[in-house]
């Protein structure tokens, strides 16, 4: 049967039982584990004396706690060391494979992945974590789970789920040079807002997407969750299948049998979409959020709306609050906004191409006076390795940034990588909502190219324009 989404074709070939409200029993493929929504999991299964359903669908690492500096000196935060030890406590006695904190293939969750093979085209897959959207870049089913779904798909490897309705956003034309990834997705949700995809699982399609790098559809689908999606998704094409090839997980039996299903995960030609939604990308420009929410987002040459201009109480009571607390004012311009920190990192930006653009920005040049702190981690030991091979960190490092080892770091502010009270900072993460950095701190979402040219001037520059 045919006029069938990516969405159907992977929620339909998952669904073990269908109830008559509607309400599916969905098969698990992939299971994903990190040391914060774990534990009470882990706890869960032994009270009730439960064995893993099939050990080999899970993989851990903690990403969230582990310092990014001085490993050798372990964890000094008692918390952060608590709940990573767990971790591998857990992992040694349950027989999950787990890349410790000193493991060269130890990574951020939805990095280490992909990266492995253990993402594959066609899967669903689940993490006790938000942005597990970033794994339908290869056309598989990918949603965060909570806590107590994380202990049920370890006991069960299945999940009760009701489908959402399709959407499609398709990004039609040529992006600009120096218009990336990031600046699509902040775009789409500029546009539809952070509800504009509740109830939804969105493909992201069209030109400009097909055009995109695995790495920037990863970036797109990351972000799909700050739309409101349950979950975001691109169809399989050449780059999918080359991509895959000669990863761990996958050996070259399974690689030969599947690269004949694979090309058969995208929406048939007469696939039948709740909503579709067209931007032209020609027209995206680099982008800068300038609240606390990711759809408080304007192109880099504009200026910070005025909350006055807005009909919707709510929507203009949120806008106050937002500039009241990031410190501006209706009417200024972006590029006028100097930050004091740079974080090139987290799920969304942290992946070899992200940190080659950083360094091409920065190269032969030097951040600026007023820049406190300009930090560069990479999503995986093995990004780490392949940037340092090609000489990117001595670039990076010369022009005054800080090399890391990977981890969430700053995304998130659960480890020593954090904003101070009042520090504005230019972040390649995901989101901007108040103390998400740092009690008290500024969020400014970017593309890795804007970040490394803020640090460079001081502040937002057009990267199109200066670099």
């Known amino acids: 049967m045919s006029n069938k989404t990516l969405y159907d074709k992977v ?28 534990p009470q999991a882990f706890e869960g299964l032994r009270m009730a004396s439960r064995k893993l359903w099939r050990q080999q669908a899970n993989l851990a690492v903690p990403d969230h706690n582990v310092p990014t500096t001085n490993r050798e000196e372990g964890i000094k935060d008692e918390i952060s060391k608590i709940q990573v030890e767990a971790l591998d406590q857990n992992c040694d006695e ?8 000193n493991d060269p293939r130890q990574g951020i969750v939805h990095v280490i992945g992909p990266e492995q093979g253990a993402t594959m085209p066609g899967m669903t897959l689940v993490c006790g974590d938000s942005h597990t959207s970033t794994h339908g870049a290869f056309g598989a089913l990918a949603f965060g789970i909570g806590t107590s779904e994380v202990e049920h798909v370890l006991a069960t490897q299945c999940l009760l789920q009701k489908k959402s309705k399709n959407m499609r956003i398709l990004i039609e034309g040529e992006l600009q040079d120096n218009v990336s990834a990031k600046d699509v997705v902040l775009a789409i949700i500029g546009r539809i807002g952070t509800a504009g995809g509740t109830g939804y699982a969105i493909e992201f399609a069209g030109s400009a997407i097909s055009s995109l790098s695995i790495e920037g559809r990863m970036t797109v689908c990351n972000m799909a969750i700050e739309a409101g999606a349950r979950a975001g998704m691109a169809a399989v094409d050449q780059k999918t299948i080359d991509y895959m090839r000669g990863r761990p997980f996958i050996s070259s039996e399974l690689y030969a049998k599947a690269i004949d299903y694979w090309p058969s995960l995208k929406s ?26 990711p759809e408080m987002v304007v192109a880099v040459n504009g200026k910070i709306p005025d909350p006055e201009t807005i009909n919707d109480p709510d929507k203009k009571e949120g806008m106050i609050r937002a500039l009241e607390y990031m410190n501006l004012v209706a009417g200024q311009a972006i590029k006028d906004i100097k930050v004091d920190k740079i974080f090139i990192g987290s799920c969304t930006n942290s992946r070899i191409e992200d940190i080659r ?3 091409t920005v920065v190269k032969g040049r030097h951040v600026a006076d007023n820049i406190k702190q300009a930090l560069v981690v990479p999503g995986s030991g093995l ?9 990117l960190d001595k670039i990076l490092v010369e022009a005054g940034f800080e090399w890391r080892d990977p981890g969430c770091s700053m995304c998130l502010a659960m480890n020593a990588d954090r904003l101070e009270s009042g520090e504005r900072c230019a972040s390649t993460s995901n989101r901007n909502f108040e103390g998400r950095q740092g009690q008290g701190g500024r ?3 970017v593309s890795p190219a804007m970040a490394a040219a803020a640090a460079i001037h ?3 520059v057009d990267v199109r324009k200066e670099f």
């Open 11 to 38: 929620w339909e070939s998952h669904v073990v039982r269908r109830e008559k409200d509607g309400t599916c029993l969905l098969y698990i493929d992939r299971h994903l584990v990190h040391e914060v929504t774990s």
């Open 94 to 101: 349950f027989g999950i494979t787990e890349f410790k904190m």
């Open 268 to 293: 048939d030609d007469d696939a039948i979409f709740d909503q579709e939604i067209t931007l032209d990308a020609t027209q995206i420009a680099p982008h800068v959020t300038w609240g606390t929410s």
């Open 357 to 359: 653009a950083a360094a």
């Open 383 to 391: 990004i780490k390795q392949q940037a340092e091979l090609e000489g």
């Open 443 to 445: 969020t400014h979402l």
């Open 458 to 460: 001081g502040g937002f």
